[in-house]
């Protein structure tokens, strides 16, 4: 192949693979970081989502004493609406985190996630079908969101590596 | 003048191919990796010229695939197996609910949790086959002394937490403490403590200290690796929701002790005793 920078073809770029494989490296990476974009909306969504639904639930409480909730079991809703609504903040965080730090913020936000879903469950069983195929999508969407976390940071730190080599 | 149809004008195939190939300027800005071919080809027609697949910016990704990440496989895989521990306690506990026309006896509740505890029991075994994680980290043999010296002063701060942590839930949500079982725990003493002491420090700690832990050291810092096995650990006690965020920082501690000791004796030792002083505390008050 010629390596000839006048050839007209082209062709013979193809023979400096470091070009095509960093042109190739950046490409994918782009790729990636649009990804962990998506993906920092999502949970951004999910934890505004929550935050919103449990202030809702809140706001309602003084309607439910009125209808004769006991007052014994206020004070326990309070704390587990309190709790869904930091859960959520914590989602929204993980959200800004993602770009800083992608495996452990996208690994978090499924075990979140999925802890979430089970005690939901647990408590209203009604919330296991709910919303099911919202939340199927969900955790799907960050399972391939730690896919792609993982190879930007090897990628990232394969680059970091080659820098310091001076390559 | 030539004649449509003839065979003089039909076009070798593998030639146009070629032609077109050629024709087409390799310019390294344009060049992707096919999805479906994984050949590296230019994008610029759109179409790959090996498989004909379409480039378009969709499919334009260079693809992660599971061989060339096996961790990432290694993590879902682990998560999995903990959905599929969480969903076992939902049963339980929904059974515990709903299942019964009469109020469950202790005895009952003893036998239904030790029947989790050994399907939670296969699961774990089963997880520690196939992930097979790593090997563990090794600590420097001052560290280790270290940790075996203050795992037990910190193993009582943390009780300390606990108990002020769930006093506090009770005076907030105004919970009475339930009626004391002192006389059935007796009656069934080394079933319950298999069932709350025993059992829960060896498999829980070689899953969230263990398969959790080496698993996801490789693709994470020691440190966030600690954290989200912590997080996991709590999640899993979701029997008792409320109690979460104390037994996250159990896991914690017990996550540094497991690297800190370079074993699993410790941070099973420190869970031992600390469902030993809960239950003992169930006991005598």
Same mark, same amino acid.
């Not at chain 1, 969900?138 to 993982?150: G, P, R, Y």
């Not at chain 2, 009952?108 to 075994?125: A, C, F, I, N, S």
């Not at chain 2, 086959?129 to 980290?137: D, E, I, K």
């Not at chain 2, 029997?239 to 074993?263: D, E, K």
């Given at each position: 192949?010629?390596?000839?920078?006048?050839?007209?073809?082209?062709?013979?770029?193809?023979?400096?693979?470091?070009?095509?494989?960093?042109?190739?490296?950046?490409?994918?990476?782009?790729?990636?970081?649009?990804?962990?974009?998506?993906?920092?909306?999502?949970?951004?969504?999910?934890?505004?989502?929550?935050?919103?639904?449990?202030?809702?639930?809140?706001?309602?409480?003084?309607?439910?004493?009125?209808?004769?909730?006991?007052?014994?079991?206020?004070?326990?809703?309070?704390?587990?609406?309190?709790?869904?609504?930091?859960?959520?903040?914590?989602?929204?965080?993980?959200?800004?985190?993602?770009?800083?730090?992608?495996?452990?913020?996208?690994?978090? &936000?499924?075990?979140?996630?999925?802890?979430?879903?089970?005690?939901?469950?647990?408590?209203?069983?009604?919330?296991?079908?709910?919303?099911?195929?919202?939340?199927?999508?969900?955790?799907?969407?960050?399972?391939? &969101?730690?896919?792609?976390?993982?190879?930007?940071?090897?990628?990232?730190?394969?680059?970091?590596? &080659?820098?310091?080599?001076?390559? | 003048?030539?004649?449509?149809?003839?065979?003089?004008?039909?076009?070798?195939?593998?030639?146009?191919?070629?032609?077109?190939?050629?024709?087409?300027?390799?310019?390294?800005?344009? !060049?992707?990796?096919?999805?479906?071919?994984?050949?590296?080809?230019?994008?610029?027609? $759109?179409?790959?010229?090996?498989?004909?697949?379409?480039?378009?910016?969709?499919?334009?990704?260079?693809?992660?695939?599971?061989?060339?990440?096996?961790?990432?496989?290694?993590?879902?895989?682990?998560?999995?197996?903990?959905?599929?521990?969480?969903?076992?306690?939902?049963?339980?506990?929904?059974?515990?609910?709903?299942?019964?026309?009469?109020?469950?006896?202790?005895?009952?509740?003893?036998?239904?949790?030790?029947?989790?505890?050994?399907?939670?029991?296969?699961?774990?075994?089963?997880?520690?086959?196939?992930?097979?994680?790593?090997?563990?980290?090794?600590?420097?043999?001052?560290?280790?002394?270290?940790?075996?010296?203050?795992?037990?002063?910190?193993?009582?701060?943390?009780?300390?937490?606990?108990?002020?942590?769930?006093?506090?839930?009770?005076?907030?949500?105004?919970?009475?403490?339930?009626?004391?079982?002192?006389?059935?725990?007796?009656?069934?003493?080394?079933?319950?403590?298999?069932?709350?002491?025993?059992?829960?420090?060896?498999?829980?700690?070689?899953?969230?200290?263990?398969?959790?832990?080496?698993?996801?050291?490789?693709?994470? $810092? !020691?440190?966030?690796?600690?954290?989200?096995?912590?997080? !996991?650990?709590?999640?899993?006690?979701? $029997?008792?929701?409320?109690?979460?965020?104390?037994?996250?920082?159990?896991?914690?501690?017990?996550?540094?002790?497991?690297?800190?000791?370079? $074993?699993?004796?410790?941070?099973?030792?420190?869970?031992?005793?600390?469902?030993?002083?809960?239950?003992?505390?169930?006991?005598?008050?």
């Amino acid at each position: 192949m010629s390596s000839d920078p006048h050839d007209s073809s082209g062709l013979g770029d193809l023979g400096s693979k470091g070009q095509v494989s960093s042109s190739l490296g950046s490409l994918g990476q782009s790729a990636r970081k649009k990804k962990l974009n998506q993906t920092r909306g999502l949970l951004i969504g999910v934890g505004a989502l929550m935050i919103l639904l449990n202030v809702f639930d809140i706001v309602q409480i003084p309607d439910f004493v009125k209808k004769g909730m006991p007052a014994a079991l206020v004070n326990l809703v309070y704390l587990i609406d309190g709790g869904f609504i930091c859960l959520g903040a914590i989602f929204i965080v993980l959200g800004l985190l993602i770009h800083a730090h992608p495996v452990p913020v996208t690994i978090l &936000a499924l075990v979140l996630f999925v802890g979430w879903y089970f005690i939901t469950g647990l408590l209203l069983p009604l919330m296991f079908v709910q919303g099911i195929i919202l939340k199927i999508i969900v955790v799907v969407a960050l399972a391939k &969101a730690i896919q792609t976390a993982v190879a930007y940071q090897k990628e990232e730190q394969e680059a970091a590596r &080659a820098a310091e080599m001076g390559i | 003048m030539s004649q449509i149809g003839s065979h003089h004008d039909e076009v070798d195939p593998r030639a146009a191919f070629e032609n077109w190939l050629e024709d087409v300027p390799a310019d390294p800005s344009t !060049m992707v990796c096919c999805w479906r071919c994984a050949k590296t080809v230019s994008n610029a027609k $759109g179409i790959c010229p090996f498989c004909r697949a379409s480039l378009s910016p969709a499919r334009n990704l260079l693809p992660d695939a599971a061989t060339a990440h096996p961790e990432a496989t290694a993590v879902i895989r682990l998560i999995g197996v903990f959905a599929v521990l969480l969903l076992t306690s939902v049963v339980f506990g929904l059974l515990i609910r709903f299942g019964f026309s009469t109020e469950v006896t202790y005895k009952q509740q003893l036998k239904y949790m030790l029947g989790v505890e050994g399907v939670d029991t296969v699961l774990v075994l089963f997880a520690y086959f196939w992930l097979r994680p790593a090997s563990p980290v090794s600590a420097p043999p001052t560290v280790r002394n270290g940790a075996w010296v203050t795992a037990f002063p910190l193993l009582a701060v943390l009780l300390g937490v606990n108990f002020a942590f769930h006093a506090f839930l009770r005076w907030f949500a105004q919970l009475p403490l339930p009626p004391s079982e002192a006389a059935e725990m007796s009656k069934t003493a080394w079933l319950t403590l298999l069932a709350v002491c025993i059992q829960p420090a060896l498999i829980e700690e070689l899953f969230f200290r263990r398969v959790a832990l080496d698993t996801l050291h490789p693709v994470m $810092g !020691m440190h966030a690796a600690v954290l989200v096995s912590a997080v !996991m650990f709590g999640m899993a006690h979701i $029997g008792t929701p409320l109690s979460i965020p104390v037994l996250m920082l159990l896991g914690v501690a017990l996550g540094y002790a497991r690297l800190a000791s370079n $074993g699993l004796v410790l941070p099973t030792l420190m869970h031992f005793f600390h469902n030993l002083a809960v239950l003992g505390f169930e006991f005598c008050r």
